[in-house]
């Protein structure tokens, strides 16, 4: 969805301030995430906010179509 239907560097779901982090089992090292709670990084609204880019290895190859999105307007 990434720069179609959301903001095209990304969004960012952070795992402690919004309480995306829903578990999992550290035996199987797995977490849990919702990423219903995705959101658009700060830049996305206005460029004099610096946003850092996520590492390359921080992407996923899949459409995730949850969470905030980009208005009709852009």
Do not use: Q
Not at 39 to 54: E, I, M, Q
């Amino acid at each position: 969805t990434s720069g179609r239907e959301t903001y095209g560097a990304g969004r960012y779901l952070l795992d402690t301030i919004k309480s995306a982090d829903h578990g999992g089992d550290m035996a199987m090292a797995t977490l849990l995430l919702d990423f219903n709670l995705a959101f658009h990084p700060s830049c996305t609204y206005d460029p004099r906010w610096v946003c850092p880019l996520a590492p390359r290895e921080n992407t996923l190859d899949v459409a995730v179509p949850v969470g905030e999105r980009l208005s009709a307007s852009g």
